[in-house]
């Protein structure tokens, strides 16, 4: 079946920049999310990414898709403590299928 | 604020019994969705619901029934607890996409421990 990978940890200093990397087998994505989970908490939408696009920033975020290589990440600039979550990439196909992956905790070391 | 919720956070049952977990959403979502989460393994998807008194197997059915009698409750059922279902149950709703984009809205979790 498709898959999604990530790394499963990243940890980095209060204020260098984090970057999260994920790939994808489906051809047929349409759309690529990032999800952060906190502690004890659900998943909530970060931002998403329509696979037409190749960039998109929000704020402290930068999505970088390579719809080539099939490969996705998420650039946090100047990380903070309280962005110390586990972070999921995840896919949506024409079908509305939707796949996570395993899910990337990052530690912000103070 | 959209809100899905879920009726316990923590849950302790014993091998052998019946559980019951409820999801409720006031989004007025067409589409719910039960996950597990796992250390390593990330979410995957037990059962979904299209619809009022519909339902379609996940990635891993076993072990596991749904109900889906009103448009806002989900309810994943185990119906007879093993400690191999001791996990993290994820619900989630949404609008139905095609071909737009569509997201997900989870609920807080519920922590199930089986002994």
């Known amino acids: 079946g498709e898959d999604v990978e990530q790394s499963l940890f990243l940890s980095v200093r209060e204020g260098d920049s984090s970057v999260i990397n994920c790939t994808y087998t489906d051809s047929s994505s349409t759309y690529l999310y990032w999800y952060k989970q906190e502690p004890g908490a659900g998943l909530q939408l970060l931002t998403y990414i329509f696979s037409n696009m190749d960039m998109k920033q929000d704020q402290r975020l930068t999505v970088l898709l390579n719809k080539k290589d099939k490969h996705l990440s998420l650039r946090i600039a100047d990380t903070q403590t309280g962005d110390s979550a586990i972070y999921f990439c995840a896919e949506s196909n024409n079908n509305n299928d939707m796949r996570f992956g395993a899910g990337t905790r990052l530690t912000v070391k103070p | 604020d959209v809100k899905v919720t879920q009726s316990s956070r923590y849950l302790v049952k014993r091998t052998g019994e019946k559980v019951f977990l409820e999801c409720v959403q006031d989004m007025d979502h067409e589409n719910m969705f039960w996950y597990r989460q796992d250390p390593g393994l990330g979410l995957r998807l037990i059962y979904f619901s299209y619809d009022v008194k519909m339902k379609e197997k996940g990635d891993i059915p076993e072990g596991y029934s749904v109900s889906r009698e009103k448009k806002e409750r989900f309810s994943l059922i185990l119906e007879s607890a093993s400690t191999n279902q001791t996990s993290m149950y994820l619900c989630?709703?949404?609008?139905?996409?095609?071909?737009?984009?569509?997201?997900?809205?989870f609920g807080p979790g519920t922590r199930l421990t089986v002994l």
């Open positions: 989630a709703s949404r609008t139905p996409g095609g071909l737009s984009y569509n997201e997900q809205f």
